[in-house]
């Protein structure tokens, strides 16, 4: 509650550090915990224009950034629907499931036990959605699908070019749009980018194009609900590239061990 205080009471000066950190690509959003309180007086009466809500709403800047309201209310203790302007997005709250929000460690997804086998609490951090394990559902169809899905990647995560103490090389990363062009990182609307991750040379001197290309990975992303036509990288007669992983097709095409060749 301080600090949601220190906010009201200090607007200005937090809509233009908010801002500065948007111009210059500190932050890309701001999530809000307690957002209820921000629409509430020091008496805590609902204001009809709240001074924050109000400075974000009409900041050149912030009111087209992604803001996050948690709507949990201190005061009642327990969630409470509030009506916020259309650019506030409700896509975290807390002790709800946290869709969008992945934790890292050493750039490494981190799980909480049991959702590497389809049983998860829905990405809520509160103990009361924990359940106990449920051996049985290893044996049903998303309990399958998804301890094969993390296996996977799991197995993909121990090759030896991905196992570093250092991140990547920058000479190692190449980045790309569609058809192979430089990615549009200014056009806000583009919904599509490639990165090829390249293997580090081998120390035993090799030069050949064989030996610097074999176990690149080429990664697309695409933000889109339909399916994009996605060129692959020229490489040297006598090699191919092999599918991973493609979420469009079904279970369990989608990733595979192997990897099938694409011609």
Sequence with gaps: MEKLVVYRANVMRFTEDSSSQISSDVADGFCFINASSLLRSFGGEYLPLPLLVEAIAFDPLLSKTKIIPDCWDPRDLKPKETTFPDHWKRWAKTTFPVVDMVSFSGSVPVLNIGVECGQSSGGSSSCGYRK??????????????????????????????????????????????????????EDLSCKFLVTTLKVDKPENGLSSESSLLEGDMFIAFIAVGHSESVPLPEIPEGMAWHRLVDPVLPFSGFFSNGGEPVI
Excluded at 151 to 169: G, V
């Design 132 to 185: 106990p394990f449920d051996w049985y559902a290893l044996l049903k169809g998303f309990g399958i699908q998804t301890t094969q899905f993390i296996s996977f990647f799991s197995s993909l995560r121990m090759r030896s070019d991905l196992q570093k103490r250092s991140f990547m090389k920058e000479e190692s990363i190449n980045w790309h749009g569609i058809d192979q062009n430089p990615p549009r990182w």
